[in-house]
């Protein structure tokens, strides 16, 4: 087995205008470079609209930058691949497919004979506790269920790194820390000793705290903190109360510019 | 109220955990009673979805039906009864027919002579339309070429093809086919057209991601998220290539039901035209049942075409 990359993840310059209809340009992604060790856990931190999704799709390969270079263990990213397994905000399970069939279709793409698809497909959905809805429809699950599908999909899929974009922000306070739970156990328990490289996407500070080994901060499209959080896991709710916690904690408030009221702010700008 | 609404809300645990329906604790049965299950299931679904209100209204109009059929005389308004024995003795000999110079002096041979016309345009017809609505759905280039050819072939009433039909190619079965055939072909483009289109590009973004090609994509995301729209629209279609085709085999053919409508229209006899029209209507009506047991069968992943599914 090949030692785990210093560099699985590699930005250089990127950068991603759009054209609004107004004809406008408007820069989503400003100059960014970054590089990410292999088996790390980044979350990505911004206000909405900083960029952090943009970032996200174009590692992805579904949207080219407008200018720069992303390498990803070792080869530039030109379109998606099974290398690079994406969770989305919107439910993206098939609903015309059982949930069993959904979380092998990565598997069945790539012609991994149906016992053995089977076999790995059963054994996620069983770490994401769904063994019971295997042959169900995606109709008659929740949200919480379908995101749980989603994950048991991308990590039966076996690719590198993981990307995960703003992937509980529809759910509920309690469903979300369950499956940041799910998420943390599977990437834990990742048998072939290396672990994947996440990617997290999140406005959400203290789940950042929860999940990231590092957290990078972005606002108007430019990244502008790259913050490590050495904290041991598990992290319980009290660690995340621990003073070492709180000093990143405040820096990202900070950031986002929640660490001053709102309504003054506005004033001393009238 | 509160309390209880607060109570399911702490209980999320088993909410999210509980099996979700029927067809997840199937799961756990041996392949063939599961196979069973699931046909029997589907034929109890379909029962159900038959509406005793529907039994009701056709009750009140064979009632109406026959208390106006006193008011009339049977050569305006014949009684249903005598419709009825009308229709079974016709079915395999009306020799009156044959006096009138149709080929065929029997319902049966006539009405298997339409329906075949009605299958082989339906299938050239969905074959043509579905393919190219697809595909238009798609590919923007065929899209902007085909739409307005299609979208003209809609607007015009397609009746008015008949006579150019009927110049081409004769009073063969080639001019109903091609009729019907025009008909079926602009229905069904514009429902799978409308179906892809709809398909949400998230999930073609998630397959990709996982791997899939091109190919993969049209054949697990394309076709399967379009069948419930596109067997929708086929029944439509069907409906309307029941009556086009018996039109088009009124206007000008020597075999079909139309042809029999024309004779007995020409004879003056309501009562073998009420006997003709109750059979046309039954077969229309049997097949479009048949069809929407298939879409319930094939789709059973869409919600909206159960009249029992629900997020459980």
Known sequence: MNPPSNRMIELVHVQRDFRRADGQRVQAVVDVSFVI??????????????????????????????????????????????????????DSVFPWMRVIDNVEYGLKCRRVPPAERREIARSYLRQV???????????????????????????????????????FSALDYVTRRQLQDVLLNLWSADKSGVRKTVLFVTHDVDEALALADRILVFRSGCQVDDIPVEKA????????????????????????????????????AA | MA???????????AADRRPPSAAAVRSNEKATPRANGRLTLSLRSGIRAVDPLRFLGLIIFVLAWYALSFLFQPIILPPPAAVLVRLLADFWDAPNLSYYGVAEPNLYAN????????????????AIGIVCGLVSARVSIFRAIVDPIMTTAGTVPILVAAPFLLIWFGVGRESAVGLVIFYVTVIMYLFAQKAASNLNPIYEEFARTLGAGQRQIVVDLLLPATVPEILGGLRIALAGAWGLEAVSE??????????????????????????????????AISVDAALAWIVARFA?????????????
Not at chain 1, 140 to 156: D, N, P, W
Not at chain 2, 262 to 280: H, K, N, Q
Not at chain 2, 301 to 312: D, K, M, V
Request: hydrophobic residues 45%.
């Open chain 1, 37 to 90: 060790p292999e088996g790390q856990f980044v979350c990505l931190v911004g206000p909405s609209g900083c960029g952090k999704s943009t970032l996200l799709q174009m590692l992805a390969g579904l949207l080219p930058p407008s200018s720069g270079g992303i390498v990803v263990d070792g080869k530039e990213v030109s379109g998606p691949g099974p290398e690079r397994g994406v969770v989305f905000q919107k």
């Open chain 1, 129 to 167: 506790g769904l063994s019971h809805v295997e042959r169900a429809w995606p109709r008659e699950l929740s949200g919480g269920m379908l995101k749980r599908v989603a994950i048991a999909t991308v990590f039966a899929n076996g690719g590198r790194v993981l990307m995960l974009d703003e992937p």
């Open chain 1, 233 to 268: 896991r598990p992290r319980s709710a009290d660690s995340l109360l621990e003073p070492d916690m709180i000093a990143i904690k405040r820096k990202l408030l900070h950031h986002i510019g929640l660490d001053r009221p709102a309504l003054p702010d506005a004033e001393a």
């Open chain 2, 3 to 13: 309390e209880a609404a607060k109570s399911s809300a702490t209980n999320w645990d």
């Open chain 2, 111 to 126: 009405l298997i002579y339409t329906a075949e016309n009605v299958a082989i345009a339906v299938l050239i017809g969905a």
């Open chain 2, 250 to 283: 009124l206007l000008g053919s020597q075999e079909g039901m139309g042809k029999v409508l024309e004779v007995l229209a020409g004879a003056t006899d309501p009562e073998g035209i009420m006997a003709t029209l109750l059979l046309l209507g039954f077969v």
């Open chain 2, 300 to 312: 059973g992943w869409n919600a909206g075409l159960h009249s029992g599914g629900s997020r459980t």
